[in-house]
């Protein structure tokens, strides 16, 4: 079964860093755009950034300058490294693939299970 993991959420005092990973299966999805989204208690799951194949980025206004997504196409997995941490950053941060640019914003066709980032003030 293909699939996405994430991994690297936990807890964290505002003004601090933490690093998420998403590795996918083999080779699954291996050339797709990929990308993370966060959903909030009570919030509509919303998008924070994505990386093309070839590394042109896209990051939501809330995360820009804070937030830097990246990939490493050998190891199928991305990354996202979040610093200057803000309460309101706490969510479930879901890592997504899909085969578009269009897709992986608005609706990607595949989703890791989300770790939980928590940002405690």
């Known amino acids: 079964q293909v699939q996405l993991v994430e991994s690297g959420g936990g807890l964290v005092q505002a003004g601090g860093s933490l690093r998420l990973s998403c590795a996918a299966s083999?080779?699954?999805?291996?050339?797709?755009?990929k990308g993370w989204f966060r959903q909030a208690p009570g919030k509509e799951r919303e998008f924070v950034a994505d990386i093309s194949y070839s590394g042109n980025t896209v990051y939501a206004d809330s995360v820009k300058g804070r937030f830097t997504i990246s990939r490493d196409n050998a190891k199928n997995t991305i990354y996202l490294e979040m610093n200057t941490l803000k309460p309101e950053d706490t969510a479930v941060y879901y890592c997504a693939a899909d085969p578009s640019s269009f897709g992986i914003r608005i609706q990607p066709t595949n989703w890791g299970q989300g770790t939980q980032v928590t940002v405690s003030s």
């Open positions: 083999g080779r699954a999805f291996s050339n797709y755009f």
